[in-house]
Nanobody, 119 residues
Framework: QVQLAESGGGLVQAGGSLRLSCAAS????????MTWYRQTPGNQRELVAT???????VLAESVKGRFTIARDNAKNVVYLQMNSPKPEDTAVYYC?????????????WGQGTQVTVSS
C-alpha cells in the first residue's frame, strides 16, 4: 500500500523559515511529478510548486523568490522550503505525487499539514 506522509508544518513568524517534507512509501516503481498545493477555508486548492523527474520546477507567482521545491529521488521525498513566509501563506499544505505502481500511474495525496504564519 502506498502512503504519503507529510511533516514540518506548524507555527512560524513572518520573515522566518519553515521546511515541509513529504515522503512516499510502499511498492513504488518510480515517481514522476511531485507537487505542493495549499488550501484555505472556503477556497479551492491552489498549486504552490511543482518539480519534474528531471528537476525542472515551477512556482506560483505569489511564492517566487521566497519558496523553493526540491526532491530526493533516493528517498522518495519532496521538500518545500518556505523562506520569509507571510501571513497570507497560512493554509493547509498538501503534497501530491504521480507514482508508478505495478506498471500503472496513479496520483496520490498526503493528508495535509497546517502552516500558520503569524505577523
Amino acid at each position: 500500500q502506498v502512503q504519503l506522509a507529510e511533516s514540518g508544518g506548524g507555527l512560524v513568524q513572518a520573515g522566518g523559515s519553515l521546511r515541509l517534507s513529504c515522503a512516499a512509501s510502499g511498492s513504488i516503481s518510480s515517481i514522476k511529478r511531485m507537487t505542493w498545493y495549499r488550501q484555505t477555508p472556503g477556497n479551492q486548492r491552489e498549486l504552490v510548486a511543482t518539480i519534474t523527474t528531471a528537476g525542472n520546477t515551477v512556482l506560483a507567482e505569489s511564492v517566487k523568490g521566497r519558496f523553493t521545491i526540491a526532491r530526493d529521488n533516493a528517498k522518495n521525498v519532496v521538500y518545500l522550503q518556505m523562506n520569509s513566509p507571510k501571513p497570507e501563506d497560512t493554509a493547509v499544505y498538501y503534497c501530491n505525487m504521480n507514482l508508478v505502481v505495478a506498471g500503472l500511474e496513479y496520483s496520490y495525496w498526503g493528508q495535509g499539514t497546517q502552516v500558520t504564519v503569524s505577523s
